[in-house]
């Protein structure tokens, strides 16, 4: 049985269509990825499969659980880490997540069992009775984290999980993400802003754009189907000939830009750079600079929506 079967969702709010008859399936023990711009319908998706908001059409189930009619039986099988902080900083870790397990029914001895190992889990045993005021930005996500995990959950949703956090910090947070799918096979459902974490964690990845699924696939499936290698161009000149001249040329797949900065996607790029610097000089072009490099999840974003995630 898949994790998340979700089948023509959608959610309406009056005249706008927020999420538009999305079709998918998570598979047990998948990390998968939910991207796209602001407004696109991620969230609203993401509130409508954790019974936050109900759907105005289609069906989705968790573990077999109807989002709308089986609420009580979602919930015991998902754990949530919201976008927005919902630590009580005037407590402690420990009392933080001791107060969210009660709030399950679990029992005290199992409550206690489980406080200490997810907090073991984060590398927070060791400030468990510390204000969560006196936490970094880091260690109160790591305790997020921790939070969505002391129902030993099926599914765990993570919105924007180390958004606004250093480098150092956000590859430790995919860490953890990394072990819970690898050690307890929790399914993990990931929405990011951050191209490189989708890439890194994600087995697949959906991109959302105006409440409809434009594309679903491996990250490198998504990335290979751009058709080739980026060849970014700086030239000195009137370049518009160069440009007519690259659209006759079969192995140049793409061609872009503005300005004085022509963008291309080229069969085996590393091949073509002399070829291309041939055609500029046969058109009084000079070159000023090249760069060559494999697409990122971020192309097909731009390719996809048209505008990079950080303008969206």
Known sequence: MAAIQVEGLTRTFDEFVAVDGISFTVEDGEIFGLLGPNGAGKTTTINMLTTLLSPTGGRATIGGADIATERDQVRQQIGVVFQEPALDTNLTARENLDFHAMMYGIPRQAREDRIAAVLRLVELDDRADDLVSEYSGGMKRRLEIA?????????????????????????????????????????????????????????????????????????????????????????????????????????????????????????????????????????????????????????????VTGRTIREA
């Open 147 to 303: 939070r969505g995990l002391i129902q030993r959950p099926k599914v765990l949703f993570l919105d924007e999980p180390t958004l606004g956090l250093d480098a150092q910090t956000r590859r430790r947070i995919w860490e953890y993400v990394e072990a819970l799918n690898r050690d307890e096979g929790v399914t993990v459902v990931l929405t990011t802003h951050y191209m490189e974490e989708a890439d890194y964690l994600c087995n697949r990845v959906a991109i959302i754009d105006h409440g409809k699924i434009s594309v679903l696939d491996t990250p490198e499936a998504l990335k290979a189907s751009l058709g080739g290698d980026l060849i970014t161009l700086r030239v000195e000149g009137d370049d518009a000939g160069f440009i007519d001249r690259l659209h006759e040329v079969p192995w140049v797949r793409q061609v872009g830009g503005a300005g004085q900065t022509i963008s291309l996607v080229v069969e085996e790029g590393d091949r073509r750079v002399p070829a291309l610097v041939a055609m500029a000089a046969a058109e009084g072009l000079e070159i000023v600079s090249v760069n060559l490099r494999q697409p990122s999840l971020e192309d097909v974003f731009l390719h």
